[in-house]
T-cell receptor
Framework: NAGVIQTPRHKVTGKGQEATLWCEPI?????VFWYRQTIVQGLEFLTY????????DSGMPKERFSAQMPNQSHSTLKIQSTQPQDSAVYLC??????????????FGEGSRLIVV | GDSVIQMQGQVTLSENDFLFINCTYS??????LFWYVQYSGEGPQLLLQ?????NKGSSRGFEATYDKGTTSFHLQKTSVQEIDSAVYYC????????????FGAGTRLAVCP
């Protein structure tokens, strides 16, 4: 059973360019979460979807960041006009929400974004 | 808003030493508390979940409890091994937040042989 798959694992982009990160949740999981991880801020919640619907995007920067979940098998996080401060590891996680394992978030290995 | 404070940024121990990591939390609701572990190059993975105050959760030799009175929860292991070297995060989910977790800053554990 594959875990959460994130691509690309590493991305280097020039300042001002766009970056798109992909996430494939575990099959059958109804919730998808995006987190950002940096040394300074640690793990920061960005946004999450339940049954593909956006539920809470309170952690998303108001400008340049957007997330979508067009179908149950993938979600994307897009950063427009990337800035050096966007450099981070972006983690995707999925969850069942119900049952004995419903509380558990299963994280992917992350996408490391470097903006130069 | 909800917050989790994890003060110990780095802990260095020798094999067979006792580990104790503490977190405090703040919420207006009824939290479920977690410990996640992150090994180098991987995403965080669930280590323990503690749902009820003063009850213990245990996994892989680790134990976790939380004290509702002091709004604190901790992770301990009697005898750490080198393979336990990782970053440990405490996390909180408020009732009704559909698994949205608030994480502490993380404690990097280095265990020397």
């Amino acid at each position: 059973n594959a875990g959460v798959i994130q691509t690309p694992r590493h991305k280097v982009t020039g300042k001002g360019q766009e970056a798109t990160l992909w996430c494939e949740p575990i099959s059958g999981h109804s919730a998808v979460f995006w987190y950002r991880q940096t040394i300074v801020q640690g793990l920061e919640f960005l946004t999450y979807f339940r049954n593909q619907a956006p539920i809470d995007d309170s952690g998303m920067p108001k400008e340049r960041f957007s997330a979508q979940m067009p179908n149950q098998s993938h979600s994307t996080l897009k950063i427009q006009s990337t800035q050096p401060q966007d450099s981070a590891v972006y983690l995707c996680a999925s969850s069942l929400l119900v049952g004995a394992l419903g509380n558990t978030l299963y994280f992917g290995e992350g996408s490391r974004l470097i903006v130069v | 808003g909800d917050s989790v404070i994890q003060m110990q940024g780095q802990v260095t121990l020798s094999e067979n030493d006792f580990l104790f990591i503490n977190c405090t939390y703040s919420t207006t609701g009824y939290p479920t508390l977690f410990w996640y572990v992150q090994y180098s190059g991987e995403g965080p993975q669930l280590l323990l979940q503690v749902t009820t105050a003063n009850n213990k959760g245990s996994s892989r030799g680790f134990e976790a409890t939380y004290d509702k009175g002091t709004t604190s929860f901790h992770l301990q292991k009697t005898s750490v091994q080198e393979i336990d070297s990782a970053v440990y995060y405490c996390a909180m989910r408020d009732c009704g937040s559909f698994n949205k977790l608030t994480f502490g800053a993380g404690t990097r554990l280095a265990v020397c042989p």
